[in-house]
């Protein structure tokens, strides 16, 4: 878990090693808005092809105009991810080890992967019939945390103290849960981590918009100025898109994990109960 959370941190400091990059990006861009008034009468000329066409078949501007419609949203998610710049890049890779995250926190976190069920009554009998062996493979074939604490009381077992055993079985179920806490901590760091580089790549974006500015020495066509700062900002929308599903899973992960901890104090303390109290009155 150190190790993703240190690779996240590198890319995170790799982006702020790519800022000049990114401010001469943004005074490329300016240079592409020329091209705006080529494509202008580019349009105008399509217009003109599109009514001749009209006029011959309309069935024929129909299928033609349908066609860029099937593709638009599509594209329009290429194009914000291209002005995004470099940023959008670490944007996806984050919300690719959030999705990872959450995927194997939904798979794993089940019921019977902490206490199965059946499972206390089984471990019960056999203990009872003296079948230390059968508690054993029970407890190997389960690969649950209830498995692992009745592993702890195995070791135990010659123990006449209620008290200490009940210590020794809480102490290996708390560590259990302390362990799976930590593996949904990627989870908060994505939610955490995600606005932030968001709004980095927007305050970059800002400064290479400004800084063409200054290198023209005037304002200019304000629209242009817009446009940059819109883009900038598309940075700043993709880190909340992660960041907000990445919170709402994170919360999720824990309320559930937290009624999985009382669950297991339960069974827990009923094992300890049924199987030392009783048989060492």
Not at 99 to 105: K, M, N, P, Q, Y
Not at 210 to 227: K, Q, S
Request: glycine share 6%; charged share 20%; aromatic share 8%.
């Amino acid at each position: 878990m150190y190790r993703v959370i240190s690779a996240a941190f590198l890319l995170f400091v790799s982006s702020v090693l790519v800022i000049p990059a990114f401010a001469q990006d943004q005074a490329a861009e300016a240079a592409d808005e020329v091209a705006l008034s080529d494509s202008a009468t580019n349009e105008v000329s399509a217009e003109l092809v599109t009514d001749a066409l009209s006029a011959i078949d309309p069935d024929l501007v129909e299928v033609d105009a349908a066609a860029p419609g099937e593709k638009t949203a599509m594209d329009q998610w290429i194009t914000w991810f291209v002005q995004g710049g470099r940023t959008m890049i670490f944007l996806g890779l984050l919300s690719i080890l959030g999705l990872g995250c959450a995927l194997e926190r939904f798979t794993y976190m089940r019921v019977y992967r902490v206490v199965p069920v059946g499972f206390s009554e089984k471990v019960i009998k056999l203990w009872k019939q003296g079948d230390i062996e059968e508690v054993r493979e029970a407890c190997s074939s389960s690969k649950s945390m209830l498995a692992r604490v009745v592993e702890t009381m195995l070791e135990h077992r010659d123990s006449t103290d209620y008290q200490e055993v009940k210590m020794f079985a809480e102490d290996k179920a708390s560590r259990e849960l302390r362990l799976e806490n930590r593996k949904s901590a990627m989870l908060s760091v994505v939610a955490t981590l995600a606005p932030l580089l968001g709004l980095f790549g927007t305050i970059v974006g800002l400064l290479g918009a400004f800084t063409t500015v200054a290198a023209v020495g005037e304002m200019g066509d304000p629209a242009i100025l817009a446009d940059d700062i819109s883009k900038a900002l598309i940075t700043t929308v993709a880190g909340l898109a992660i960041a907000m599903p990445a919170l709402f899973i994170h919360n999720i992960v824990r309320n559930r994990l937290e009624l999985y901890a009382v669950i297991l104090e339960e069974e827990v303390s009923d094992l300890v109960h049924n199987l030392f109290v009783k048989t060492n009155p």
